[in-house]
């Protein structure tokens, strides 16, 4: 399933080599990232949040498993989650990172759509006579919902590719 996702781009890779100490690493990405369980119950408030940290997750010394924090004003574009290994090795910190854009939010919005569209295309032909209008606009619907859906995702993971280059980046900049 993994090589599917990420031949379509809903997973993504990032390797970051940083001049910079793990310890130190881990202190200052605890100090962006607020302590929470990622789950599918954590984002159905997550827009209401006050606080002023960057990220939410878990971070280890040698493991983290973060998201980019929602905002109210924010559109829904913060379904990926980075998880990631650090390992130390010449000098350098090496950051692994998985950013997986496919969470468990999205497959009860995939079972709705199918549930929706076979049903109605069912009623279709099992009339009389087919009404290929008809069939053609719920083709059509779903076809569009699993697009934005789609788009909407590979976004995600986009974004939050290049919004973690920079973040590890300044991390290393920042006292």
Known sequence: MKNILSKIKLIDHLTTNLQITRQEFVDKLLFITEEENINIFSEI???????????????TFDLFKI?????FHQTGNNLAIASGTMIEKDGQLIIETEING???????YCILIVFFSIPSIAFLISEYK????????????????????????????KRLKYELEREFFYLTKKK
């Open 45 to 59: 408030f997550g827009g209401f949040s006050s606080s002023p940290l960057e990220f939410k997750g878990q971070v």
């Open 67 to 71: 998201k980019r924090l929602k905002r």
């Open 102 to 108: 496919f969470p468990s939010l999205i497959i009860p």
């Open 130 to 157: 087919f009404d290929f209008f008809h069939f053609s606009i719920i083709l059509i619907f779903a076809i569009t919902m699993f697009f934005l859906l789609y788009r909407n995702v590979r976004g995600s993971v």
